[in-house]
């Protein structure tokens, strides 16, 4: 089994690129294609990238994905991702000025790749993730004009998608993992798609849930852990370990003693709880002038 995680509706050139192939491409502000791209924007975020433009935007995780994104289903089983918002009209990203994208510094890595498109691909007998490379060849650009020429790797560096990458990753092989569990497990819980949203986006509430005190009668952590997750970036990786313990079951994150067994506890309350229900509901359905206390 191989996962696509290239930019949907691209026309990719059908061939993959390593590190040391060499492109042909350049682009800069009187180029006549300047702003081409932003005003056909369709750019999906990555954990990282919310964290770069929410900070330089100087506003929450939950401020920025409600006035700057727009949420979509990255496959069929309706696992949540975020897109940058752009206008109604047509998709013009609403960060993009006359002189070009106005922050440019933290831009998203799906920006700072074009026109280079990453993929990570797990073959179904290979332990992990591969990453290879295409190009995006579209008719408004004029960058593949250019007469100038670099590898792949000297385009990641100059465009600075390392540290990006290297923050993102882990968030690419939950997604990986998460999609080659196969329809055998059945379709994922909306509580799990809620959790995988929280942890992979709104790093602001996750801050919160981690202060509730649920959270902390449940995992042993240090109060030099807690103070660690002032910072978004550390928040981020503390999420990715959170979510591979929750949703796939690799223990990182130690638990207070009896923790679980409180927890299956209180879920068997609520799973009791609800049967009761569904069994009332089924006998006013039958009998809908019957009193919920009549026997």
């Known amino acids: 089994m191989s ?49 770069r433009l929410k900070q330089r935007l100087g506003m929450s995780s939950t401020e920025f994905l409600k006035k700057h994104t727009v949420p979509f289903e990255m496959d069929a089983s309706g696992m949540p991702g975020v897109k940058l918002r752009t206008t109604d009209e047509e998709p013009v990203c609403l960060l993009m000025t006359d002189q070009g994208c106005s922050v440019y510094a933290d831009r998203p890595s799906a920006c700072r790749y074009y026109p280079v498109g990453l993929m990570a691909m797990r073959p179904s007998d290979a332990p992990s993730e591969e990453h ?96 660690g997750f002032g910072d978004d970036v550390s928040l981020l990786q503390f999420g990715y370990r959170l979510m591979k313990q929750v949703l796939f079951g690799e223990e990182s994150i130690p638990l207070r003693e009896g923790a679980l067994e409180e927890r299956i506890e209180k879920r068997r309350d609520i799973i009791e709880a609800r049967r009761q229900l569904e069994i009332e509901m089924h006998r006013q359905k039958q009998d809908p002038y019957q009193s919920p206390c009549e026997g």
């Open 3 to 51: 996962q696509d995680m290239s930019p949907p509706q691209s026309p990719l050139v059908p061939a993959l690129l390593d590190l040391d192939d060499t492109i042909q491409f350049n682009c800069y502000q009187v180029i006549s294609c300047f702003n081409a791209c932003c005003k056909q924007a369709d750019i999906t975020l990555a954990p990282y990238d919310i964290i």
């Open 132 to 227: 290879h490379y295409c190009l995006v060849e579209e008719p408004h650009c004029k960058g593949h004009q250019e007469a100038r020429k670099l590898t792949v790797a000297e385009y990641r560096q100059e465009q600075g998608v390392e540290e990006y990458d290297e923050l993102n990753r882990e968030w690419y092989q939950i997604i990986l993992k998460k999609r080659s569990a196969g329809p055998s497990v059945g379709k994922p819980s909306p509580t799990s798609f809620q959790f995988f949203f929280l942890c992979s986006y709104d790093v602001d509430r996750l801050r919160e849930f981690t202060a509730t005190q649920s959270f902390r009668n449940t995992y042993a952590l240090s109060e030099e852990d807690y103070a």
